[in-house]
């Protein structure tokens, strides 16, 4: 979403909302009237183009990172998308061992049946094996100095790699919400949310070992991605979890509002 539809995607919203920071709309004690504002991955942009745009409006925003990325890592997801961009998988699916093949190469590979450090580990051998390499996209916040201390943003957790919780072990998900934590904690001066959001976010991609693991890590709350408004609060696994809407069109009017269901002549 370029500024300006960014722009008026936000000054839209606040006319029928009031917009708070997602750990004050998660501690309100009614969410009626109240909308809040939130990223995930760290894309760079958010802070060096969005960051105008909130500033102009006046209205917080929350920004859920992932620790490897923000540590220069290649995301695993670019693995993925790389062998399929260079026709790479047919190699990789006769080199590959103890995943399972069930439907589409880039789907199966999100699959929580199949492991993400497993997964991860059988792309990296492939690649190692075949002299290839990925290179690490330079679109995404670096840690510590991009992560600002800024009036209008509280930072949060989005776990480690952005693995799929729900095939990780108990333990092999608990590491991937608190190596972030600390990481989060090391700097100084950040706002940070108490509320996980949860990688790829939707039923499929947790259980209740990630809800357990984000509470031993001091998380109150959950951020879900099924694509809905958060019409009624709902708890899951013992903690309240908040439903998020991603716009796919920049136009307000087809997009955004048509998804919170106003109607045009609303606007
Ligand atoms: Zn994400």
Known sequence: VAPEPLYRQIETLKR?????????????????????????????????????????????????????????????????????ANGLVEAFEEHMRGIQPDGRFYRYTKKPVNNSLHVVAEIDRFLESS??????????????????ADDLITWGNHSHSHYVMSSLTAEQQYDEINKTAELLASKPGLSLSQLFSIPFGEDKD??????????????????????????????????????????????????????????????
């Open 16 to 84: 029928h909302f009031t917009l708070v920071s997602v750990d004050e709309f998660a501690q309100a004690p009614s969410q009626r009237g109240l909308a809040a504002v939130s990223f995930d991955d760290g894309y760079r942009c958010i802070v060096e183009e969005g960051l105008n745009v909130f500033r102009a409006l006046n209205v917080p925003i929350s920004v859920y990172v992932n620790g490897a990325t923000l540590s220069g890592e290649v995301f695993w997801r670019d693995k993925v998308r790389f062998i399929q």
């Open 131 to 148: 002299g290839q390499r990925v290179a690490a996209l330079d679109f995404c916040l670096n840690f510590p100095d991009e992560l600002i």
């Open 206 to 267: 947790f259980n209740a070992d990630t809800v357990d693991a984000a509470r031993r890590c001091g998380y109150t709350g959950l951020l879900l991605s099924r694509g809905r408004a958060n019409l009624e609060s709902s708890v899951i696994y013992g903690l309240p979890a908040y439903e998020r809407l991603m716009p796919r069109e920049p136009d307000t009017d087809s997009g955004l509002l048509a998804s919170l269901k106003y109607p045009s002549t609303h606007v």
